[in-house]
Protein backbone atom coordinates (compact mmCIF):
# COMPACT_ATOMS: atom_id res chain seq x y z
CA UNK A 1 0.00 0.00 0.00
CA UNK A 2 2.92 2.41 0.86
CA UNK A 3 4.61 1.44 -2.06
CA UNK A 4 1.35 1.99 -3.96
CA UNK A 5 1.16 5.75 -2.56
CA UNK A 6 4.84 6.18 -3.51
CA UNK A 7 4.47 5.16 -6.97
CA UNK A 8 1.99 8.14 -6.91
CA UNK A 9 3.47 10.65 -5.76
CA UNK A 10 6.44 9.83 -8.01
CA UNK A 11 4.09 10.25 -11.01
CA UNK A 12 2.69 13.50 -9.74
CA UNK A 13 6.34 14.56 -9.63
CA UNK A 14 7.51 13.61 -13.22
CA UNK A 15 3.98 15.72 -14.37
CA UNK A 16 5.21 18.88 -12.19
CA UNK A 17 8.79 18.30 -14.09
CA UNK A 18 7.35 18.09 -17.38
CA UNK A 19 5.38 21.46 -16.69
CA UNK A 20 8.52 22.48 -15.03
CA UNK A 21 10.55 21.97 -18.55
CA UNK A 22 7.97 23.49 -20.34
CA UNK A 23 7.38 26.38 -18.65
CA UNK A 24 10.94 27.50 -18.07
CA UNK A 25 11.27 29.12 -21.59
CA UNK A 26 8.84 31.27 -20.46
CA UNK A 27 10.06 32.49 -17.67
CA UNK A 28 13.61 33.11 -19.16
CA UNK A 29 11.46 35.24 -21.99
CA UNK A 30 9.88 37.54 -19.71
CA UNK A 31 13.04 38.19 -17.60
CA UNK A 32 14.85 39.04 -20.87
CA UNK A 33 12.19 41.07 -22.40
CA UNK A 34 12.39 42.88 -19.05
CA UNK A 35 15.59 43.54 -18.57
CA UNK A 36 15.60 44.42 -22.84
CA UNK A 37 12.55 46.93 -22.33
CA UNK A 38 14.41 48.92 -19.44
CA UNK A 39 17.61 49.36 -20.85
CA UNK A 40 16.42 50.60 -24.45
CA UNK A 41 13.47 52.94 -23.15
CA UNK A 42 16.04 54.54 -20.73
CA UNK A 43 18.36 55.08 -24.05
CA UNK A 44 15.16 56.43 -25.85
CA UNK A 45 14.30 58.76 -23.22
CA UNK A 46 17.69 60.21 -22.90
CA UNK A 47 18.21 59.90 -26.58
CA UNK A 48 14.71 61.46 -27.59
CA UNK A 49 15.35 64.50 -24.51
CA UNK A 50 18.87 65.69 -26.13
CA UNK A 51 17.86 65.25 -29.54
CA UNK A 52 15.28 67.77 -28.80
CA UNK A 53 17.26 69.54 -26.55
CA UNK A 54 19.63 70.33 -29.61
CA UNK A 55 16.81 70.54 -32.10
CA UNK A 56 15.64 73.12 -29.90
CA UNK A 57 18.50 75.39 -29.78
CA UNK A 58 19.06 75.50 -33.30
CA UNK A 59 15.72 76.53 -33.97
CA UNK A 60 16.20 79.45 -31.66
CA UNK A 61 19.91 80.08 -32.15
CA UNK A 62 19.13 80.41 -35.69
CA UNK A 63 17.04 83.71 -34.84
CA UNK A 64 19.98 85.56 -33.06
CA UNK A 65 22.10 84.66 -36.30
CA UNK A 66 20.17 85.60 -38.35
CA UNK A 67 19.65 89.03 -36.41
CA UNK A 68 23.18 89.51 -35.76
CA UNK A 69 23.97 89.01 -39.85
CA UNK A 70 21.22 91.35 -40.91
CA UNK A 71 22.04 93.79 -38.06
CA UNK A 72 25.55 93.50 -39.34
CA UNK A 73 24.67 94.52 -42.91
CA UNK A 74 21.96 97.17 -42.49
CA UNK A 75 21.57 98.37 -39.09
CA UNK A 76 23.47 101.60 -38.36
CA UNK A 77 22.06 103.00 -34.96
CA UNK A 78 20.71 101.49 -32.06
CA UNK A 79 17.14 102.21 -33.13
CA UNK A 80 17.64 99.80 -36.73
CA UNK A 81 18.71 96.89 -34.34
CA UNK A 82 15.89 97.27 -32.28
CA UNK A 83 13.74 97.63 -35.31
CA UNK A 84 15.44 94.21 -36.95
CA UNK A 85 15.36 92.31 -33.82
CA UNK A 86 11.24 93.32 -33.35
CA UNK A 87 10.99 92.53 -37.15
CA UNK A 88 12.49 88.88 -37.28
CA UNK A 89 10.84 87.74 -33.76
CA UNK A 90 8.27 86.98 -34.88
CA UNK A 91 7.73 84.12 -32.63
CA UNK A 92 8.53 86.14 -29.65
CA UNK A 93 10.90 83.72 -28.02
CA UNK A 94 13.15 86.98 -26.85
CA UNK A 95 13.69 87.88 -23.91
CA UNK A 96 13.28 91.56 -22.90
CA UNK A 97 16.97 92.75 -23.69
CA UNK A 98 19.27 93.35 -21.78
CA UNK A 99 20.92 97.08 -21.47
CA UNK A 100 24.18 98.18 -19.54
CA UNK A 101 27.30 100.43 -20.31
CA UNK A 102 30.47 97.94 -20.81
CA UNK A 103 32.50 99.50 -17.75
CA UNK A 104 35.91 99.20 -20.50
CA UNK A 105 35.07 100.57 -23.38
CA UNK A 106 31.96 102.82 -22.25
CA UNK A 107 29.74 101.74 -24.89
CA UNK A 108 26.11 101.08 -24.53
CA UNK A 109 25.47 96.79 -24.78
CA UNK A 110 21.88 95.59 -25.83
CA UNK A 111 22.00 91.77 -24.46
CA UNK A 112 19.71 89.83 -27.07
CA UNK A 113 19.03 86.21 -25.68
CA UNK A 114 16.42 83.70 -25.49
CA UNK A 115 18.21 81.83 -22.48
CA UNK A 116 20.55 82.69 -20.05
CA UNK A 117 23.26 80.49 -22.30
CA UNK A 118 22.12 81.82 -25.61
CA UNK A 119 22.66 85.74 -26.54
CA UNK A 120 24.39 88.18 -28.88
CA UNK A 121 25.62 91.47 -27.55
CA UNK A 122 25.64 94.32 -29.91
CA UNK A 123 27.50 97.68 -28.48
CA UNK A 124 26.82 101.38 -29.77
CA UNK A 125 28.28 104.47 -29.61
CA UNK A 126 26.55 106.48 -26.54
CA UNK A 127 27.29 109.74 -28.40
CA UNK A 128 25.75 109.11 -31.58
CA UNK A 129 24.18 105.46 -31.03
CA UNK A 130 25.92 104.37 -33.57
CA UNK A 131 26.04 100.18 -33.76
CA UNK A 132 29.81 99.53 -32.95
CA UNK A 133 30.12 95.41 -32.86
CA UNK A 134 28.37 92.19 -32.34
CA UNK A 135 29.23 89.77 -30.20
CA UNK A 136 28.37 86.43 -31.08
CA UNK A 137 30.79 84.13 -28.50
CA UNK A 138 27.61 82.76 -26.80
CA UNK A 139 26.91 80.99 -29.91
CA UNK A 140 29.84 79.64 -30.31
CA UNK A 141 30.25 78.04 -26.98
CA UNK A 142 33.09 80.56 -26.57
CA UNK A 143 31.82 82.27 -22.99
CA UNK A 144 33.76 81.21 -19.99
CA UNK A 145 31.70 79.82 -16.81
CA UNK A 146 32.35 83.19 -15.15
CA UNK A 147 29.24 84.80 -16.93
CA UNK A 148 30.31 88.31 -16.51
CA UNK A 149 31.05 89.33 -19.64
CA UNK A 150 32.50 92.25 -19.35
CA UNK A 151 29.24 94.22 -18.24
CA UNK A 152 29.62 96.42 -15.75
CA UNK A 153 27.02 96.84 -12.97
CA UNK A 154 25.37 99.75 -14.22
CA UNK A 155 22.00 99.60 -14.95
CA UNK A 156 20.07 101.50 -17.85
CA UNK A 157 19.44 104.06 -15.99
CA UNK A 158 23.00 105.31 -14.87
CA UNK A 159 23.30 104.34 -18.03
CA UNK A 160 21.43 106.86 -19.11
CA UNK A 161 22.54 109.65 -16.46
CA UNK A 162 25.94 109.45 -17.62
CA UNK A 163 25.16 110.38 -21.43
CA UNK A 164 23.13 113.35 -20.03
CA UNK A 165 26.09 115.21 -18.54
CA UNK B 1 3.22 -5.74 -6.94
CA UNK B 2 5.70 -6.37 -9.80
CA UNK B 3 3.63 -4.31 -12.09
CA UNK B 4 3.53 -1.33 -9.86
CA UNK B 5 7.66 -1.69 -9.61
CA UNK B 6 7.98 -1.22 -13.28
CA UNK B 7 5.87 1.50 -13.27
CA UNK B 8 8.19 3.29 -10.22
CA UNK B 9 11.10 2.39 -11.97
CA UNK B 10 10.17 3.73 -15.08
CA UNK B 11 8.73 7.08 -13.51
CA UNK B 12 12.23 7.16 -11.64
CA UNK B 13 14.12 7.09 -15.11
CA UNK B 14 11.48 9.34 -16.65
CA UNK B 15 11.94 11.94 -13.65
CA UNK B 16 15.87 11.75 -14.28
CA UNK B 17 15.60 12.33 -18.04
CA UNK B 18 13.36 15.09 -17.32
CA UNK B 19 15.58 16.75 -14.69
CA UNK B 20 18.61 16.28 -17.49
CA UNK B 21 16.31 17.86 -20.04
CA UNK B 22 15.03 20.48 -18.03
CA UNK B 23 19.10 21.27 -16.71
CA UNK B 24 20.03 21.33 -20.05
CA UNK B 25 17.48 23.66 -21.39
CA UNK B 26 17.81 25.74 -18.77
CA UNK B 27 21.24 26.62 -19.74
CA UNK B 28 20.41 26.95 -23.09
CA UNK B 29 17.59 29.35 -22.73
CA UNK B 30 19.90 31.39 -19.89
CA UNK B 31 22.57 31.75 -22.81
CA UNK B 32 20.20 32.52 -25.06
CA UNK B 33 18.74 35.07 -23.21
CA UNK B 34 21.70 37.08 -22.26
CA UNK B 35 23.22 36.89 -25.80
CA UNK B 36 19.37 38.22 -27.38
CA UNK B 37 19.39 41.18 -24.37
CA UNK B 38 23.26 41.92 -25.35
CA UNK B 39 22.59 42.34 -29.04
CA UNK B 40 19.52 43.42 -29.08
CA UNK B 41 20.25 46.55 -26.53
CA UNK B 42 23.38 47.13 -28.67
CA UNK B 43 22.02 47.13 -32.05
CA UNK B 44 19.64 49.81 -30.67
CA UNK B 45 22.34 51.58 -28.52
CA UNK B 46 24.27 52.38 -31.90
CA UNK B 47 21.22 53.21 -34.03
CA UNK B 48 20.21 55.69 -31.44
CA UNK B 49 24.31 57.16 -31.35
CA UNK B 50 24.40 57.25 -34.64
CA UNK B 51 21.25 59.78 -34.89
CA UNK B 52 23.22 61.77 -32.10
CA UNK B 53 26.65 62.21 -33.92
CA UNK B 54 24.42 62.99 -37.10
CA UNK B 55 22.75 65.30 -35.33
CA UNK B 56 26.26 66.55 -33.54
CA UNK B 57 27.95 66.70 -36.76
CA UNK B 58 25.36 69.01 -38.44
CA UNK B 59 25.40 71.06 -35.25
CA UNK B 60 29.16 72.14 -35.44
CA UNK B 61 28.59 72.12 -39.28
CA UNK B 62 26.04 74.38 -39.12
CA UNK B 63 27.38 77.00 -36.07
CA UNK B 64 30.71 76.83 -39.02
CA UNK B 65 28.86 78.11 -41.61
CA UNK B 66 26.96 80.94 -39.04
CA UNK B 67 30.30 82.16 -38.29
CA UNK B 68 31.48 82.46 -41.67
CA UNK B 69 28.75 84.23 -42.77
CA UNK B 70 29.19 86.32 -40.02
CA UNK B 71 32.75 87.10 -40.27
CA UNK B 72 32.12 88.03 -44.11
CA UNK B 73 29.60 90.49 -43.40
CA UNK B 74 31.75 91.65 -40.97
CA UNK B 75 35.36 91.78 -42.47
CA UNK B 76 37.27 94.17 -43.59
CA UNK B 77 38.81 92.36 -46.09
CA UNK B 78 35.65 92.13 -48.35
CA UNK B 79 37.82 89.94 -51.13
CA UNK B 80 37.27 86.33 -53.06
CA UNK B 81 40.72 85.26 -51.69
CA UNK B 82 39.88 86.98 -48.33
CA UNK B 83 36.97 84.14 -48.19
CA UNK B 84 38.91 81.26 -49.04
CA UNK B 85 41.21 82.09 -46.33
CA UNK B 86 38.78 82.74 -43.71
CA UNK B 87 37.05 79.11 -44.99
CA UNK B 88 40.38 77.68 -44.31
CA UNK B 89 41.35 78.93 -41.00
CA UNK B 90 37.94 78.17 -39.32
CA UNK B 91 37.99 74.58 -40.56
CA UNK B 92 41.72 74.43 -38.85
CA UNK B 93 40.46 76.28 -36.03
CA UNK B 94 37.75 73.85 -35.26
CA UNK B 95 40.10 70.76 -35.61
CA UNK B 96 42.70 72.99 -32.81
CA UNK B 97 40.14 72.48 -30.36
CA UNK B 98 40.86 69.63 -28.18
CA UNK B 99 37.04 68.94 -27.30
CA UNK B 100 36.25 69.15 -31.56
CA UNK B 101 38.70 66.73 -31.67
CA UNK B 102 37.26 64.43 -29.67
CA UNK B 103 34.33 64.64 -31.25
CA UNK B 104 35.61 63.82 -34.68
CA UNK B 105 36.81 60.59 -33.11
CA UNK B 106 33.69 59.40 -31.76
CA UNK B 107 32.22 60.59 -34.87
CA UNK B 108 34.75 58.33 -37.15
CA UNK B 109 35.82 61.57 -38.93
CA UNK B 110 39.60 62.87 -39.58
CA UNK B 111 38.16 66.63 -40.29
CA UNK B 112 35.32 69.07 -40.61
CA UNK B 113 35.16 70.22 -44.04
CA UNK B 114 32.34 72.56 -45.11
CA UNK B 115 30.68 71.19 -48.41
CA UNK B 116 31.45 74.07 -50.55
CA UNK B 117 31.10 74.62 -54.39
CA UNK B 118 32.92 76.99 -56.02
CA UNK B 119 32.04 79.25 -59.12
CA UNK B 120 33.83 82.12 -60.71
CA UNK B 121 32.56 84.79 -58.29
CA UNK B 122 29.92 82.44 -56.10
CA UNK B 123 30.32 80.40 -52.89
CA UNK B 124 27.42 77.80 -52.40
CA UNK B 125 27.51 75.99 -49.22
CA UNK B 126 25.33 72.98 -48.95
CA UNK B 127 24.67 71.55 -45.54
CA UNK B 128 22.97 68.32 -45.23
CA UNK B 129 23.13 67.70 -49.22
CA UNK B 130 21.06 71.23 -49.49
CA UNK B 131 22.18 74.51 -50.58
CA UNK B 132 21.75 76.52 -47.75
CA UNK B 133 24.12 80.10 -48.29
CA UNK B 134 25.12 81.95 -51.10
CA UNK B 135 27.50 84.30 -51.58
CA UNK B 136 28.24 86.73 -54.10
CA UNK B 137 31.38 88.33 -55.00
CA UNK B 138 30.75 89.75 -57.99
CA UNK B 139 33.82 91.93 -59.46
CA UNK B 140 36.15 89.98 -56.74
CA UNK B 141 34.80 91.75 -53.61
CA UNK B 142 31.76 90.52 -51.24
CA UNK B 143 28.56 91.78 -52.65
CA UNK B 144 25.77 89.81 -50.99
CA UNK B 145 25.11 86.71 -49.32
CA UNK B 146 21.37 84.53 -48.93
CA UNK B 147 21.14 82.83 -45.57
CA UNK B 148 17.28 82.64 -45.53
CA UNK B 149 17.62 78.82 -46.21
CA UNK B 150 20.00 78.37 -43.41
CA UNK B 151 17.59 80.06 -41.11
CA UNK B 152 14.94 77.49 -42.35
CA UNK B 153 16.65 74.76 -41.63
CA UNK B 154 14.14 72.55 -39.28
CA UNK B 155 16.36 70.13 -37.88
CA UNK B 156 13.30 68.44 -35.80
CA UNK B 157 12.20 67.00 -39.03
CA UNK B 158 15.87 66.02 -39.90
CA UNK B 159 16.74 63.95 -36.67
CA UNK B 160 14.47 61.73 -34.65
CA UNK B 161 15.10 58.97 -32.32
CA UNK B 162 12.81 55.65 -33.26
CA UNK B 163 11.17 54.40 -30.62
CA UNK B 164 12.74 50.31 -29.57
CA UNK B 165 11.56 47.53 -31.62
CA UNK B 166 9.28 45.24 -29.42
CA UNK B 167 11.62 41.89 -28.16
CA UNK B 168 11.97 39.28 -30.28
CA UNK B 169 13.66 36.35 -27.81
CA UNK B 170 14.86 34.74 -31.29
CA UNK B 171 16.34 37.63 -32.51
CA UNK B 172 19.96 36.80 -33.59
Not at chain 2, 104 to 132: D, F, H, Q
Request: proline letters at 1%; a neutral charge; hydrophobic letters at 40%.
Amino acid sequence: MNFKKLTILSIVMSVALLVTVFLQKGSYVSQAKEAYDKSTKKTFSNASYVIGAVNGVIEKNSLLWEIACDAAQQAKTSKDFALIEKRKDTGKILLSPDTKTDKETGYLTRKVAWSGDYYIIASFNKKNNALVGINVDALLGRVEEDTSNGFSDEDLQSSEESSEE
Amino acid sequence: MNKMKIIFIGNLLVMIALIVIMLTLKDGYKTQALTVVRESTKAYTDEVNKSLFAQGQFVDEWNLIWELVFETVNGSDRSLAAFDKKVTELETAYLANAKNKEKLEKWGLKELKLNITSEKTKRVISLAGNPVVAFDFAGGSFKSVDYKALRSVSPSEMFKIKEPAVFNFNAQ
